[in-house]
């Protein structure tokens, strides 16, 4: 339990990359009570029916769950309980694997938040398919671009700190060295 959900000590790049097994194992139960659970079962027909009759730029159909069926507000309420559990572990991985770094919690606001917050920029400033529509072009555009470039590269920072990059070696003021 302490390795999901407790924020103290470190990791190494070992168990960041063991995580990653645990968020699929983690989706496909999310997606199997969303499938079972909230009857999406004819959202692959509608897929189906706009497939072959839309026009294009159509948007999508959405599944709406289905609100008269009991088994609804419990896979409503199971896949909430799973998303809160999932948020509280994600940061506590990562935080573990920032302490292997020698580095603290408060290093989130920069690897988590900021690139969430650029992207969020990006998003509401304009549409989204894909890769944003309209960047770089006009000032709006060159803004947006910026920030979603400045995003990515953290993105790409933050992965190669936390899954490849060794943390310290021997003890540091988190803890001893999990390699040891």
Same mark, same amino acid.
Request: net charge positive.
């Given at each position: !339990?302490?390795? $999901?959900?407790?924020?103290?000590? +470190?990791?190494? +790049?070992?168990? !960041?990359?063991?995580?990653?097994? #645990?968020?699929?194992?983690?989706?496909?139960?999310?997606?199997? $009570?969303?499938?079972?659970? $909230?009857?999406?079962?004819?959202?692959?027909?509608?897929?189906?029916? *706009? =497939?072959? =009759?839309?026009?294009? *730029? @159509?948007?999508?159909? *959405? %599944?709406?769950?289905?609100?008269?069926?009991?088994?609804? &507000?419990?896979?409503?309420?199971?896949?909430?309980?799973?998303?809160?559990?999932? #948020?509280?572990?994600?940061?506590?991985?990562?935080?573990? /694997?920032?302490? @292997?770094? =020698?580095?603290?919690? /408060?290093?989130?606001?920069?690897?988590?938040?900021?690139? &969430?917050?650029?992207?969020?920029?990006?998003?509401?400033?304009?549409?989204?398919?894909?890769? %944003?529509?309209?960047?770089?072009?006009? %000032?709006?555009?060159?803004? +947006?671009?910026?920030?979603? #470039?400045?995003?990515?590269?953290?993105?790409?920072?933050?992965?190669?700190?936390?899954?490849?990059? +060794?943390?310290?070696?021997?003890? =540091? /003021?988190?803890?001893?060295?999990?390699?040891?």
């Amino acid at each position: !339990m302490h390795y $999901l959900f407790g924020f103290s000590g +470190r990791i190494n +790049r070992a168990k !960041m990359w063991l995580f990653l097994l #645990v968020t699929l194992v983690w989706e496909v139960g999310t997606a199997v $009570l969303a499938f079972a659970g $909230l009857q999406w079962s004819h959202y692959g027909q509608a897929i189906q029916t *706009f =497939n072959t =009759n839309h026009k294009p *730029f @159509d948007p999508a159909p *959405f %599944p709406i769950p289905n609100p008269i069926a009991g088994s609804t &507000w419990y896979a409503v309420g199971g896949i909430v309980v799973l998303f809160v559990l999932f #948020v509280v572990a994600y940061f506590a991985i990562i935080v573990k /694997r920032l302490h @292997d770094r =020698n580095k603290g919690a /408060r290093w989130l606001l920069f690897y988590v938040a900021l690139p &969430w917050v650029l992207n969020a920029a990006v998003i509401a400033t304009g549409s989204v398919q894909g890769l %944003p529509h309209g960047l770089f072009v006009g %000032p709006l555009g060159l803004a +947006r671009g910026v920030a979603y #470039v400045i995003a990515c590269l953290i993105g790409l920072w933050v992965f190669i700190e936390l899954y490849f990059l +060794r943390g310290t070696r021997g003890e =540091n /003021r988190f803890g001893p060295d999990p390699l040891a």
